[in-house]
């Protein structure tokens, strides 16, 4: 039974992901496609609600809708009537009243998207709700691995800095550990949660005890624009301790994969020329986004399973 939402990676659990990833390889080979575009959900309408900035997440849910021949209604806070004040459940009522069949939110308060279908029948997509979830980054990040490592079982996943306000960090942990990789947060104490105890996860404030036993290193922005005090005594000491320098870089495994969500902050969590290093993945984290988001749309809104989508031809 397929869940109406992908709210967090709770909806999905072990096997709503493994489908996701099945059906990304399909979705892969369209993207290799001279026109690469399927009629999948053609008549479709996926309203995109995004309160807060987004680049990467934005812009491959809509290539992502465009290439599954969607509708995509794009909602931009700065010219919407949430300038004039109008609440979060009118402007969503407003546009399920145009007909629409999935939202995708971003919002700066956890829990938002869990609201959404009081006021709407659309299924609901979160894109990032506060220091919460973000669920379609935690699918994109278990496809790269695995196309590049293979299965995820028995990995050793080590994730790096702002832990405590990262919606990244906690879908990637849920998703890690439920396709059988072990993970390990690496922060200062300050910015650890203050109970990791039923994560299932390790912890530790040592970056390098544990840089040459990691499989992937995924290293996560700062996240200054939610951090209400200083957190370190300053940036500078911070990419001391738990920056991945080039340096630090010489002690991975040879295969293993450096990985960050982005944007980056170049010179803070990682040295400045670290996208560019040879087992950087950041790049094909970006590209696998648009199939991701394209697998997690059908998921919802499309035939529902993988055999509909063979004998898709060019459009
Ligand atoms: C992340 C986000 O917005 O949560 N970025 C993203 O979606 N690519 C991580 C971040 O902002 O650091």
Known sequence: MIERHIRSIDDLG???????LTLSDHFHEVSTRRIPKVPALRGKTIALLFYEDSTRTRLSFETASKRLSADSLNFSI?????????????????ISAMGVDAIVVRHGSAGVPWLLPRWTDAAV???????????TQALLDCYTIRNKLGELDGKRITIVGDIRHSRVARSNVKAFLSLGASVTLVAPKTLMPFNTDDWGVETTDQFDSVIGDSDVLYM?????????????????EYAKEYGLSNSRAQSMKPESLIMHPGPMNRGVEVSSNIKEHPNSVVNDQVANGVIIRMSALYYLLGAGNVTKLEGF???
Not at 14 to 20: A, D, L, P, Q, T
């Open 14 to 20: 072990r096997s709503g992901i493994e489908e996701i």
């Open 125 to 135: 997509i979160n894109a990032g709700d506060g220091s919460h979830e973000h669920p």
């Open 78 to 94: 700065g010219s919407s009537s949430v300038k004039k004040g109008e609440s979060l459940r009118d402007t969503v009522e407003t």
């Open 220 to 236: 996560l922005r700062m996240q200054l624009e939610r951090q209400q005090k200083s957190f370190v005594p300053s940036l500078r």
């Open 313 to 315: 031809s060019d459009e």
